[in-house]
């Protein structure tokens, strides 16, 4: 899947905003269907987000809905995830990958692949 590398996690108060970045060698964004995980301390991988290749469709885990948005900008080869009103809970280190799937069944996306890019670590304190 390329090298992908995340950044833009900080330490953050509830309520506020982040945007992540996730930049990728060896793989064209925009022409790959491209995803955000996150894995908080004692929990599983989680898919956050993902958004689809071709259509671009994009699909959030029920806890994020209407509070993150995923993007990907063609030029920089870039993906995004705008993270508004964050809660103590999204705390997590947030990777992004080309997951296996985007959508129904799995919604946020599935990835089995080897391996995973570089985290970024997001804190929200209350």
């Known amino acids: 899947q390329g090298q992908l590398v995340a950044s833009g996690g900080d330490l953050v108060q509830a309520g506020g905003s982040l945007r992540l970045s996730c930049t990728a060698s060896?793989?064209?964004?925009?022409?790959?269907?491209m995803g955000w995980f996150r894995q908080a301390p004692g929990k599983e991988r989680e898919g956050v987000s993902c958004?689809?290749?071709?259509?671009?469709?994009?699909y959030y885990a029920d806890s994020v809905k209407g509070r993150f948005t995923i993007s990907r900008d063609s030029a920089k080869n870039t993906l995004y995830l705008q993270m508004n009103n964050l809660k103590a809970e999204d705390t997590a280190t947030y990777y992004c990958a080309a997951p296996n799937i985007c959508g129904p069944p799995y919604g946020a996306g599935y990835y089995s692949k080897p391996g995973w890019g570089r985290g970024t670590q997001v804190t929200v304190s209350s």
């Open positions: 060896g793989l064209t964004v925009a022409l790959s269907t």
């Open positions: 958004i689809t290749w071709p259509g671009s469709t994009p």
